[in-house]
């Protein structure tokens, strides 16, 4: 604790110089971001945070990206993030649901109160939300559009702040602001595709039987399987799989060199 405050101080005027820098720098997506109040408000209140978050874990804050998972079990967004061109990932911060919705199971149709299980990347960055900030989902993916109720998919799935959700994944305004920063900032240093995987829970062995043994969909059982594939060899190596989806909506992996 000692040591992250003593860092706060050390770090925050050359931060804050930097912040107004961007004002009058071209800094592409940022700036673009930076016009809206809430965006601004957000740089101003976490960007001294976020910064000091990456330098602890030895990410470098000018060229870094990051990869969202989530637990709708456990409640749980998990943030990773590693300097550019690194191999491994490393958990920079989490933060809980502020509140659920729904069963375990993936999102199958428009309207079903669901969560949804899979894979997607952030599609929009949302700075006038009607719960502050947010970040966009490319929900229905491939695999949704395949395996879900065609043409009633709905869309409309986000991360975002508040407490209230139909299906989107509420952290509440103070950490929605920090996401959305680190988000930002690793936009507009490159990273054109931010992934946010969402799992039923944390499909380690004795969690994924449970499931299995707990449910009567057999399709879901199937689903969480194909899942799991991902989980597992990301926590044994801590490096993404390429992953792309096959004619029948499972989702197929390549391991990453």
Same mark, same amino acid.
């Given at each position: 604790?000692?040591? &992250?405050?003593?860092?706060?101080?050390?770090?925050?005027?050359?931060?804050?110089?930097?912040?107004?820098?961007?004002?009058?720098?071209?800094?592409?997506?940022?700036?673009?971001?930076?016009?809206?109040?809430?965006?601004? !408000?957000?740089?101003?209140?976490?960007?001294?945070?976020?910064?000091? !978050?990456?330098?602890?874990? #030895?990410?470098?804050?000018?060229?870094?990206? +990051?990869?969202?998972?989530?637990?709708?079990?456990?409640?749980?967004?998990?943030?990773?993030?590693?300097?550019?061109?690194?191999?491994?990932?490393?958990?920079?911060?989490?933060?809980?649901?502020?509140?659920?919705?729904?069963?375990?199971?993936?999102?199958?149709?428009?309207?079903?109160?669901?969560?949804?299980?899979?894979?997607?990347?952030?599609?929009?960055?949302?700075?006038?939300?009607?719960?502050?900030?947010?970040?966009?989902?490319?929900?229905?993916?491939?695999?949704?559009? &395949?395996?879900?109720?065609?043409?009633?998919?709905?869309?409309?799935?986000?991360?975002?702040?508040?407490?209230?959700?139909? #299906?989107?994944?509420?952290?509440?305004?103070?950490?929605?602001?920090?996401?959305?920063?680190?988000?930002? +900032?690793?936009?507009?240093?490159?990273?054109?595709?931010?992934? +946010?995987? +969402?799992?039923?829970?944390?499909?380690?062995?004795?969690?994924?039987?449970?499931?299995?043994?707990?449910?009567?969909?057999?399709?879901?059982?199937?689903?969480?399987?194909?899942?799991?594939?991902?989980?597992?060899?990301?926590?044994?190596?801590? &490096?993404?799989?390429?992953?792309?989806?096959?004619?029948?909506?499972?989702?197929?992996?390549?391991?990453?060199?």
């Amino acid at each position: 604790m000692k040591r &992250i405050k003593y860092l706060k101080k050390f770090l925050a005027i050359p931060l804050v110089v930097l912040f107004m820098h961007s004002f009058t720098t071209d800094n592409g997506f940022r700036d673009s971001q930076l016009k809206n109040q809430r965006v601004q !408000m957000a740089f101003k209140e976490k960007l001294v945070d976020v910064n000091t !978050m990456l330098g602890l874990k #030895g990410i470098d804050q000018t060229n870094f990206e +990051i990869y969202i998972r989530a637990f709708k079990m456990e409640q749980v967004v998990e943030v990773w993030g590693r300097t550019r061109g690194a191999n491994t990932w490393c958990n920079v911060v989490n933060y809980n649901f502020c509140s659920t919705v729904g069963q375990l199971g993936p999102k199958r149709k428009e309207g079903d109160y669901q969560i949804p299980e899979g894979f997607y990347t952030v599609s929009e960055f949302n700075p006038n939300s009607d719960f502050l900030l947010s970040l966009k989902l490319n929900y229905p993916n491939k695999s949704d559009s &395949i395996l879900g109720v065609k043409g009633k998919l709905g869309d409309l799935i986000y991360i975002h702040g508040g407490c209230m959700t139909i #299906g989107c994944i509420p952290i509440t305004d103070d950490k929605i602001e920090e996401l959305y920063v680190l988000s930002v +900032i690793a936009k507009d240093q490159g990273q054109n595709q931010i992934p +946010i995987h +969402i799992f039923p829970a944390r499909l380690n062995y004795g969690n994924y039987n449970m499931l299995a043994k707990q449910t009567t969909n057999k399709s879901n059982v199937r689903f969480w399987g194909n899942l799991r594939t991902c989980y597992t060899y990301f926590e044994e190596n801590g &490096i993404l799989p390429e992953i792309s989806v096959n004619e029948k909506g499972d989702y197929v992996y390549k391991r990453s060199e």
